[in-house]
Every structure is written in C-alpha cells, then in structure tokens.
C-alpha cells in the first residue's frame, strides 16, 4: 500500500462506497484532456467526465487562466448586498442562452442545492400568493441529488431508505415508454385537477442515474402543457443534460415547450469548480417581490456566486461558443451511431440508446436491470484494469465522455465494450 493510500484509508470517507469491501481507490495525481494519470504511472481515459461534469476534458488552459486572474483580482465576496462583474457577466450570459422567459438566475453550490432551490421557489411562489400547493409530481427512477428536497423527489429505496420517514409528500410518474404514454398524461391530467400541485420536476429527456433511460421530447412536450393548463409550475433539472450532453446546449432545446425554473451545475464550469445555478421566469421572480422582508426567498449559501466558480463558468461559455466544441460532440455522436446496429445485435446486449454524447448499454444480466447487478463490480474491474474509467450503473455500461476525446481514446474505449460483453457471452 503506497502511503497515499494508507493515509487516505485512516482519514478520508469516501461518497457512495461501502468502504469495507470497496478496492483501493486509485490516486490520481494529474489529469489532462480526456487522459487521468496515477501515481503508479498509469493511464486511464476519463469516460464518464468525472461524474459527468469535464465536458472540457481536464487542465483546459483557457479555463485555468480565467481562473487564475479572478482569484487575484477577486476570490470570493459576500453575495448578499453586494455584487460582482463576473455574477453579473454569467447571469446575462446564462440567460441569453436560455428561452426567453427564464432570465431571474440564483446562485448556489452544486446540483443537489440548485434542485433545493427550485423546489424551495416553487413553495414559496404559491405560498406568497396565499395560495399554499404543497404537492410535486417527479418521475419514477428520478435522481435530483442527496439534500433532503432533492432526494424527497426523486427514486425511494436503495440510497434513502434511513431517510424516507423525513420526505415530503410527492407523486410518482411512471417512466414513460410507447405502451404507457398516453396512460401516463391521463394519469397527470387526474393528479394536476386536483389543485394541489406546486411543481412538476423532470431530468429532460435522460434520466441519468436511473442508467440513461431516454424519453421522447415530444411525450414531455404534452405532460409540460399538462402542468401548464393546471398552472402547475415546471422544473426542469438540467444538472446533468445541459452543456452539450444531449447534442444541444441545453436539453429543453429539443422540446417545444419550455420550463418555469431549470437547474444546472456540473459542466457549468467545464467541471473545474462546483457551481448551481436556478434560473426562474420573471413572474416567479414578481411573487417574492413585497414590503414584507418575509415574502423574499430567504435562502442562500455562504459561497453564493463564488467569483472564481463565476470566471471558470464564464470560460466554459467562451469554449462553447468555438465551432470546434460543437465538431466534437457531433463527432462523437456519429462515432455511437456507427457502431450502433453492432452493438444492438450483439448476444450479450439487451439494449442500446443513444443521445448526443451519451451512449448507454443494458448488459444482459438474466436479474432484469439493478443497480446492485453483480456485473457491476466486474465491468467496473474490467475496465480499470484497461485504462478505461467507466462508473457502469448496474448493468448499464455508459460513454459520458469529455468532448475532446480523440477517435482513437473512443475507439479503444469500443473495441473494450465488446470485450467485455463478449466475455460475458461466453
Ligand atoms: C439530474 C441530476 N440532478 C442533480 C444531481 C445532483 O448534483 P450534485 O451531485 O452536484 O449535488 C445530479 C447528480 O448526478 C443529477 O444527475
């Protein structure tokens, strides 16, 4: 055991890991581009983004210089009371890039504070009113984040079980697929008559955690007219789709009809620092307007609209709008639609789909999909021990890749998928 590791075993609680039978964890010690490197010389191509957040790639020097001029010129400052250029910049530039209506933006720390804000929003903007709604609709197999709102709303069992008794009351869609989907309208249709509702919350179009399960723009397209006949509001938790992951900016890009409040993070700031952003439309913004200090949305963290995570964001933006970003996620896009049939026909695949630059693959497993599948563990050791870094959900093996992944580091990681499932083939 390298003294990394014996130091990191005595101090360190890591996320997600039963650190009982969990392995050693690798040490990373430097990371360029797509490319990790351990302290034990080797390499592994960062397939999953780090939790799908570098869609950069790692060390991008546009960031990093960004980064280092605002830690001189400002590192961090109060946010309550006082404002900053960077904010500001990030604030018009996010809702530029938005549909038009989504312009109030808050700042908070990550995805699952950007979700609690939004749910937080949604209360108080019917609460303001006088007319309390203390209702959510989310989806089945949701994931929206660890803070007590965000898991309240999203997929019970499994990760939550100790905290269940604590959640608030919240309604469950079942993920929609060609034989369910106009059972399911009808089914929000009855719920949102009711009244009761503040909010529906959706991962738009992929539903990340759950394995990548894809739905079509067009199906949440009628449940977002739904909500919006029953003025119930819309959330749109665009944590993970946003930033090109989808094959657009933002996943809402692809549905006709547009959400009251969505939440991003993760590839915000090209994944270099955590940053959330809840941006909400005007009207909602009017309903905390008052003479009364408690009609306000008396919410915030105390690295609200860190400067440094603002500059890094800022620099993401630049990176976007250069041609070349948007060459790699459709080259990376064409690269899954080659190899789509082959994989679809391979005896050891249940199932593939696919969406901009997320490729996802059910493993035949004979125990249906869980995400304590036994081939979890072995994919995982599989692809380690290949220099590949792939966090499979289950039995759901995924490319989440940075979008400067080369077509060699893509093909290597292909030509490893197929090992792999035909290793299980046999
Ligand atoms: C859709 C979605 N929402 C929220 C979160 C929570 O984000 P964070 O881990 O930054 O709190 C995640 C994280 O994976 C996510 O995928």
């Known amino acids: 055991m390298s003294d990394w590791k014996s130091r990191d075993r005595k101090y360190v609680w890591h996320p997600f890991t039963q650190i009982q039978t969990a392995p050693e964890p690798i040490v990373v010690t430097r990371a360029k581009d797509t490319i990790l490197f351990s302290e034990d010389g080797k390499e592994y191509i960062d397939c999953n983004s780090s939790w799908w957040v570098n869609v950069h790639g790692h060390g991008n020097e546009h960031i990093a210089n960004a980064v280092a001029e605002q830690v001189i010129k ?3 400052v109060i946010f309550a009371g006082v404002t900053h250029p960077k904010a500001i910049e990030l604030s018009e530039r996010v809702a530029e890039l938005l549909p038009q ?7 908070s720390d990550d995805g699952s504070t950007a979700v609690e804000v939004a749910l937080k929003m949604a209360f108080q903007f019917w609460h303001n009113q006088g007319k309390p709604k203390n209702r959510i609709l989310a989806m089945d197999g949701a994931y929206h984040g660890d803070t007590f709102g965000a898991m309240s709303v999203g997929q019970r069992g499994y990760f939550n079980e100790p905290f269940e008794s604590f959640f608030f009351d919240v309604d469950f869609l079942s993920f929609p697929s060609k034989s369910n989907e106009n059972e399911l309208l009808e089914e929000a249709e009855m719920l949102f008559a009711k009244g009761e509702f503040a909010a529906l919350i959706v991962e738009p179009l992929v539903q990340g955690s759950a394995g990548m399960r894809i739905y079509d723009a067009s199906w949440l397209d009628k449940l977002v007219a739904i909500a919006q006949k029953h003025q119930v509001l819309v959330i749109f938790d665009e944590v993970m789709t946003a930033w090109g992951r989808t094959g657009k900016l933002f996943a809402m890009d692809h549905c006709a009809l547009k959400p ?10 090209g994944g270099v620092l955590p940053l959330g952003l809840t941006v909400a ?9 008052d003479r009364e200090k408690s009609k306000a949305f008396l919410h915030g963290h105390s690295f609200t ?5 603002c500059a890094a964001a800022c620099a993401s933006l630049d990176i976007f709008e250069q041609e070349g970003t948007w060459q790699n996620i459709a080259r990376i896009a064409n690269f899954y639609q080659d190899k789509f049939s082959e994989l679809e026909n391979h005896p050891a695949i249940e199932s593939v789909r696919m969406i901009g630059t997320i490729l996802a693959i059910d493993l035949k497993t004979g125990e249906g999909n869980t995400y304590f599948s036994s081939i979890r563990d072995q994919a995982y050791d599989f692809f380690m021990k290949n220099g590949i870094l792939m966090r499979p959900l289950g039995n759901v093996i995924f490319l989440n890749p940075p979008y400067c992944i080369t077509d060699e580091q893509l093909h290597f990681s292909y030509l490893k998928i197929l090992e792999f499932a035909s290793s299980l083939d046999n």
């Open 74 to 76: 400002l590192d961090h």
């Open 101 to 107: 209506q989504l312009q109030k933006v808050f700042f």
């Open 305 to 309: 609209g860190n400067a440094i995570a």
């Open 260 to 269: 009251d409040i969505v939440c991003l993070s993760k590839g915000l700031t």
């Open 281 to 289: 439309t005007e009207q909602i913004f009017q309903a905390f307007l």
